[in-house]
């Protein structure tokens, strides 16, 4: 920016511009407000550039310069040539979507036919975002302003984040981690549409602790939330990458097991209850606790609501039987 030569180009530039904007000027003091108006567009945070109607360079501000730019070393030099000039020495606009000469053919020719204001976001080298405005005049120049959203963005992006945060909140079992209710069940009626269009086996289980009242008035409530995180985690560590699970109710968990049939999804519950081991309290006691579940493989022709209600009906089953077991229910 303090090249003499690129200093010299730019008083030229915008004498010329001004010459022709202001030829009408006389009087000492109309031309030193005109003067102060420059220096003014000079000094100022927002990008300003002028090109006349073959679309090079009249005039440049600092801002615009400094951010868009390099020296302009050659004059006059098309606006579009000038902002690859820039990207090719790794400044200016950040071009990863297309190959630079393509990315000057398509600006060059929509800044020659697009005759309505643009406004459009640009993200620099440097990793500064710009809103950009392109603003033809009725005498076939261009003017190009460009202010700095930066600040708009980080907080856009801090937006987004708490949004995905809420929802994700909204899906999750605060507890555990786990999905919660409405999430699974909502995964639940996805893979039971995927069933039904590929005629893929699926099982659907429910898992219930087994005396968790119990537990919860001999040990405290505590216990039972230290109990119910020691189950997510057991269970989550030995699931399938396929296999969803989630916390439906206060102790009882839905796991969803796509291509798994009946006599599959059997073994691998049987294999995930053996698995679990007793919890360590905090006082140095353990505490051996056990589950008891109803699996169903859903029929082609029944609803969610359906499969689950023999699944339930199943659990309930088990929990007459004696609990820790597992009780099937097959299509009727």
Not at 142 to 170: G, Y
Not at 191 to 212: E, G
Not at 261 to 276: C, F, G, H, N, V
Request: proline fraction near 4%; hydrophobic fraction near 40%; charge should be negative.
């Amino acid at each position: 920016m303090s090249d003499p030569e690129d200093a010299d180009l730019r008083l030229a530039s915008i004498n010329a511009a001004m010459t022709t904007a202001f030829d009408h000027v006389t009087d000492a003091r109309d031309a030193a407000v005109i003067g102060m108006l420059l220096q003014s567009l000079d000094a100022t945070g927002i990008g300003l550039c002028l090109c006349d109607e073959q679309d090079h360079i009249r005039y440049a501000n600092t801002a615009f310069r400094s951010a868009f730019l390099t020296s302009l070393s050659r004059s006059p030099i098309n606006f579009v040539d000038a902002l690859a000039d820039a990207i090719e020495a790794g400044v200016g606009i950040k071009l990863e979507s297309q190959p630079l000469d393509q990315f000057v053919t398509r600006v060059k020719e929509r800044r020659r036919t697009h005759k309505q204001a643009l406004s459009f976001p640009v993200d620099l080298a440097d990793g500064s975002w710009w809103w950009v405005n392109d603003h033809p005049l009725e005498t076939g120049w261009m003017l190009v302003i460009a202010s700095e959203i930066s600040s708009m963005k980080t907080e856009e992006s801090r937006l987004k984040l708490a949004h995905a945060d809420a929802v994700k909140a909204a899906q999750t079992d605060f507890l555990t981690g786990l999905p919660n209710r409405r999430q699974g069940f909502e995964a639940a009626e996805v893979a039971m549409a995927v069933f039904r269009a590929n005629r893929l086996p699926l099982t659907l289980a429910l898992l219930d602790i087994d005396y968790f009242k119990q537990i919860n008035d001999a040990h405290g409530h505590e216990t039972g939330d230290q109990l119910l995180i020691h189950l997510a985690n057991t269970l989550s560590a030995r699931l399938g990458p396929q296999d969803q699970l989630s916390r439906i109710g206060g102790e009882e968990f839905l796991l969803i097991m796509p291509s798994t049939s009946l006599s599959r999804a059997e073994l691998k519950i049987t294999r995930l209850l053996d698995a679990i081991e007793p919890l360590s309290r905090r006082d140095g006691q353990s505490l051996t606790v056990t589950l008891s579940a109803g699996l169903v493989a859903p029929d082609p022709g029944e609803t969610f609501k359906d499969a689950l209600r023999r699944a339930d009906k199943a659990l309930y089953s088990a929990k007459a039987q004696g609990r820790n077991r597992i009780e099937l229910s097959r299509p009727g």
